[in-house]
Nanobody, 125 residues
Framework: QVQLVESGGGLVQTGGSLRLSCAAS????????MGWFRQAPGKEREFVAA????????AYEDSVQGRFTISRDNAQNTVYLQMNSLKPEDTAVYYC??????????????????WGQGTQVTVSS
């Protein structure tokens, strides 16, 4: 069955870094656009970053542009999110997700077919 398993979350101080990983199985990974989303307590799930099937195109939410980098390894069926210069407002549960198209809908959680269970990222001030 389809599985997306996130790892790499944790507690970090302001200005620190974390690298999230998402291991995929049960579907043809290279045929799917991959995205990262996050959800803070009491808030809606929001788009963070997306990467095209080949990795040649990437998109970021404005607040993480220049600090976060999304990448993928199609041989390892894994997508990554490198997070640098972390801020307290980055605190959230981070989810990876998969969808077949890289179009303007990549920012919408409802447009993704598969989701992981999430990993907690906490940035202390």
């Amino acid at each position: 069955q389809v599985q997306l398993v996130e790892s790499g979350g944790g507690l970090v101080q302001t200005g620190g870094s974390l690298r999230l990983s998402c291991a995929a199985s049960g579907f043809t990974f290279r045929s799917y656009v991959m995205g990262w989303f996050r959800q803070a307590p009491g808030k809606e799930r929001e788009f963070v970053a997306a990467i095209s099937k080949s990795g040649g195109s990437r998109a970021y939410e404005d607040s993480v542009q220049g600090r976060f980098t999304i990448s993928r390894d199609n041989a390892q069926n894994t997508v990554y999110l490198q997070m640098n210069s972390l801020k307290p407002e980055d605190t959230a549960v981070y989810y990876c997700a998969a969808r077949p198209l890289f179009d303007s809908d990549y920012v919408r959680p409802s447009e993704y077919d598969y989701w992981g269970q999430g990993t907690q990222v906490t940035v202390s001030s």
